[in-house]
């Protein structure tokens, strides 16, 4: 029986089996073989594996649109309309992604708009930073001022002499604080009444032999101002001037004057 | 973006290739589903074009012949028997009829002798003296033995490439790579 199977392999009629070249009788009685016998189903199975395998190695990529013509000639056919899964798939990924694109380009605008915020807040937190900096060095160098006077004022070599005004200048009241020890001196005008545009008030110390110029006294808001402390000024005095004079030599200008002490040695 | 529309889609059907068996191919033939004509011309066109031309060397032939293969294959479905053959060997004798027929009216219109030399396709035998076939089994066995694996598990081992790469326990990724490779060595061989 063996030797029977063997020669039914050998004869290629399993091969042309496979291949469909045998005629329908053929095949009929092929079938029945291929049920009866194992070794034959086995022979049959690997000649259709390799079949297929030798299918794949010589495929050919079909061009495009047959698919679609495919599907034109069945639509025809059955009146019905449907479509290849890769167009269905498509037109489903098509949505899909159109959605998705529109979520990222929406998020992307978003994102690009909190991003502008985010960066002109920054800007403006970075401007105030800057600007509290500078504010809290400008305090600090108030406070150093203030501090400064106060350690002048508390000081106990300070002298206070308060200039009044006499009938030409009757609200002038102006404080000058000298210390002899350290050669400072410090001035707050407390009121100064007003003159005309051409005038100003100027401050003077008062020497023996000459009188030097402390400056222009102007309204102070209460704050006390540095004055150049004068070496043996025997007076302090002011006087109303008219701008741009080239000489401030008037004595008959003087509104408010007194006397310093002499530094005791 | 259209190109990389094409990518997913193409990448979305191959994942359900390797998932997909004769079985449910089978099934959603007979059941009429026409997803099936898309899942078989994905998987098979090429193969079964590939005998066609060969058939009928002319390609525009060839290209009505598959056609025309495919179609036959989505209308006489119900006449495949399962028990009888594995569905590429019945799509396989339905392309090769179809493309003698194509090829004998070919010749008949344009009043052309008719000579059909390629009908005989590929040459199969079950014993070791037909040449083709021992050049097929000489050159899978040259093949590096994990494309060699792969091959006979999807071809021989009638496995899909999910149950290949459970079965293997290689990744589905890398089952379809070595098949792709292991293709491209043999079609080397056979089309240098």
């Given amino acids: 029986m063996k030797s029977r199977i063997q020669n039914f392999l050998k004869s290629g009629l399993l091969e042309k089996h496979v291949k469909g070249e045998t005629t329908k009788q053929e095949s009929i009685q092929l079938d029945g073989f291929i049920n009866q016998y194992s070794e034959i189903k086995n022979k049959y199975l690997e000649l259709e594996a390799q079949l297929e395998l030798e299918a794949q190695i010589h495929a050919v990529t079909p061009p495009d649109g047959i698919l679609e013509s495919i599907f034109d000639v069945v639509n025809e056919k059955s009146g019905s309309t449907i479509k290849p899964i890769s167009n269905a798939i498509h037109s489903w990924l098509a949505i899909a992604a159109s959605v998705i694109a529109l979520i990222f380009a929406g998020t992307a605008i978003m994102l690009y708009n909190h991003n502008e915020n985010l960066t002109r807040e920054n800007n403006t937190i970075v401007e105030e930073v800057f600007d509290l900096r500078k504010d809290i060095d400008e305090n600090n160098?108030?406070?150093?001022?203030?501090?400064?006077?106060?350690?002048?004022?508390?000081?106990?070599?300070?002298?206070?002499?308060?200039?009044?005004?006499?009938?030409r200048a009757k609200d002038l009241k102006t404080v000058a604080y000298i210390n002899a020890s350290d050669k400072s001196s410090l001035i707050d005008v407390v009121s100064l009444p007003e003159l005309s545009d051409e005038q100003t008030y100027q401050m003077w110390a008062n020497l023996q032999d000459k009188k030097i110029n402390l400056g222009t006294l102007g309204p102070s808001n209460g704050k006390l101002q540095p004055m150049p402390y004068i070496e043996d000024a025997l007076s302090l005095s002011i006087t109303i001037e008219t701008k741009n004079a080239n000489n401030f030599e008037a004595s008959e200008n003087s509104v408010a004057e007194i006397p310093i002490k002499l530094k005791e040695n | 973006m259209v190109w990389l529309l094409n990518s997913f889609?193409?990448?979305?059907?191959?994942?359900?290739?390797?998932?997909?068996?004769?079985?449910?191919?089978?099934?959603?033939?007979?059941?009429?589903?026409?997803?099936?004509?898309?899942?078989?011309?994905?998987?098979?066109?090429?193969?079964?074009?590939?005998?066609?031309?060969?058939?009928?060397?002319?390609?525009?032939?060839?290209?009505?012949?598959?056609?025309?293969?495919?179609?036959?294959?989505?209308?006489?479905?119900?006449?495949?028997?399962?028990k009888k053959a594995k569905l590429f060997t019945w799509?396989?004798?339905?392309?090769?009829?179809?493309?003698?027929?194509?090829?004998?009216?070919?010749?008949?219109?344009?009043?052309?002798?008719?000579?059909?030399?390629?009908?005989?396709?590929?040459?199969?035998?079950?014993?070791?003296?037909?040449?083709?076939?021992?050049?097929?089994?000489?050159?899978?066995?040259?093949?590096?033995?994990?494309?060699?694996?792969?091959i006979n598990a999807l071809y021989f081992g009638g496995m899909t490439q999910q149950e290949a790469s459970d079965e293997l326990n290689i990744p589905l990724g890398t089952i379809k790579s070595r098949l792709k490779i292991g293709l491209r060595e043999l079609k080397k061989v056979y089309n240098p």
């Fill in chain 2, 9 to 82: 889609k193409k990448l979305l059907i191959l994942q359900f290739l390797a998932y997909i068996s004769e079985q449910h191919i089978v099934n959603l033939l007979k059941n009429g589903d026409s997803d099936a004509i898309s899942i078989i011309y994905e998987n098979y066109a090429s193969a079964l074009f590939g005998i066609i031309l060969k058939i009928t060397i002319n390609e525009s032939l060839a290209e009505d012949a598959l056609q025309e293969s495919i179609i036959k294959i989505w209308k006489y479905a119900h006449k495949y028997d399962s």
């Fill in chain 1, 141 to 167: 160098n108030k406070l150093d001022n203030i501090l400064n006077a106060f350690n002048k004022l508390n000081n106990p070599e300070t002298e206070k002499y308060i200039l009044r005004g006499n009938s």
């Fill in chain 2, 91 to 150: 799509m396989y004798r339905i392309a090769r009829n179809t493309a003698i027929d194509k090829l004998r009216s070919y010749n008949l219109k344009h009043n052309k002798e008719v000579q059909i030399t390629n009908s005989n396709v590929f040459k199969l035998s079950t014993n070791n003296f037909n040449e083709d076939t021992i050049d097929l089994k000489k050159h899978l066995s040259n093949l590096d033995l994990k494309y060699q694996t792969v």
